[in-house]
């Protein structure tokens, strides 16, 4: 039984025309600085999780999305917070990503987890990765 707090996340899986995806470093000051993700960012009460994506990639990136369609849903337990990430395709949005928190950005092309040139990834990032793969996405 899970005695520690949820951590309810949005999750943007941000997806170009050519089916390249988009990854962001965590910044400096955040657990796991340095590590690769998805962008997205905490699920504020009242929110819905379309909402709070909306809200954290214009935040983060300083885009507008106009249509997300849910992924899914995973689970997992880091040493900081057990989180449970909402997950979203974004294939419509205007404007270009730019890192506004001093993240770097970084397109992906290949869901082949070995031929991410991209390190480290955070664990749930690769989850992701292969479902993604898993599919066809």
């Known amino acids: 039984m899970l005695t520690r707090p949820i951590t309810e996340v949005a999750v943007g899986i941000i997806i170009r025309q050519n089916n390249d995806y988009l990854l962001a470093n965590r910044p400096v000051g955040k657990p796991y600085a340095g590590y690769w993700e998805f962008p997205g960012g905490k699920i504020e009460s009242g929110e819905t999780t379309h909402q709070a994506l ?7 990136l300083g885009i507008v999305v106009h249509q997300s369609q849910a992924f899914g849903v995973i689970e997992h337990d880091y040493p900081h917070a057990y989180v449970r990430l909402h997950l979203h395709l974004v294939r419509d949005w205007s404007d270009d990503p730019i890192g506004k928190e001093g993240q770097e950005l970084n397109w992906q092309s290949s869901r082949v987890l070995t031929d991410c040139p991209l390190s480290p990834l955070l664990p749930a990032t690769i989850s992701i990765i292969e479902m993604m793969q898993n599919k066809n996405i």
């Open 54 to 60: 909306v809200r954290e990639l214009e935040e983060e």
